[in-house]
Structures are given as structure tokens and as C-alpha cells.
């Protein structure tokens, strides 16, 4: 059974900033791509940013500059630290990765967080 926690979501000012985290537990043996997606009301998800086991990163045009997603293996973690936030970042933060169980088949699974809002308000 593998699980993606998120935490780190909350209301911030215009021009704040928030860290999000997300770990993954269970049956895991090796992550290969992460990534941080989001939603907004009315909205379709869309990648926000994405990290390859190597380090390797990609970000949503809007948000460069702003965010950076980062990851620690050793931890089976994937952090989204996101600075200078403008409300139209308002959205439900969500935790993607790909996941191998185990070495009896190499085959990578795709896993989901629950979501974690952010809300940018004044």
C-alpha cells in the first residue's frame, strides 16, 4: 500500500510565500518522475511543476521565477517551495508521483495526493 501526505497548504497575503511537502510511504522501492499539479474552480488540473529522479525540473511558464520544486530520495519526498504568490495561484495542490513497488516487476505506478488547498487572499 503506497501513500502520498501532503501538508504545507494555507491562506496567505499577496506577495507570501508557502512550502509545500509531500512524502510517500509504504511500498515503495524507488520514485521515478514527481510532480506538483493544481486546480482552480471551474479550472482543468494542470502541471505546475515536475522533477525527474536526477533533479531534472520543469515549471508552469506563470510560476518560474516563483516556485521551486525540489526532492529528497533519500526521504521519498518532493517539496514545492512557492514565493511572491499571486492570487490567481488560489487552487488545490495536488502531489503526483511515480512509483516502483519492487524489483519482482520494474513496472512504475502512478500515485495521487488527497490535495491541499492554497488560497491567496488579501
Known amino acids: 500500500q503506497v501513500q502520498l501526505v501532503e501538508s504545507g497548504g494555507g491562506l496567505v497575503q499577496p506577495g507570501g510565500s508557502l512550502r509545500l511537502s509531500c512524502a510517500a510511504s509504504?511500498?515503495?522501492?524507488?520514485?521515478?518522475?514527481m510532480a506538483w499539479y493544481r486546480q482552480a474552480p471551474g479550472k482543468e488540473r494542470e502541471s505546475v511543476a515536475t522533477?525527474?529522479?536526477?533533479?531534472?525540473?520543469n515549471y508552469l511558464d506563470s510560476v518560474k521565477g516563483r516556485f521551486t520544486i525540489s526532492r529528497d530520495n533519500a526521504k521519498n519526498s518532493v517539496y514545492l517551495q512557492m514565493n511572491s504568490l499571486k492570487p490567481e495561484d488560489t487552487a488545490v495542490y495536488y502531489c503526483n508521483a511515480y512509483i516502483i513497488k519492487s524489483t519482482m516487476s520494474w513496472e512504475d505506478y502512478e500515485y495521487w495526493g488527497q490535495g491541499t488547498q492554497v488560497t491567496v487572499s488579501s
Open positions: 509504504g511500498s515503495v522501492f524507488s520514485i521515478n518522475d
Open positions: 522533477i525527474t529522479r536526477g533533479g531534472v525540473t
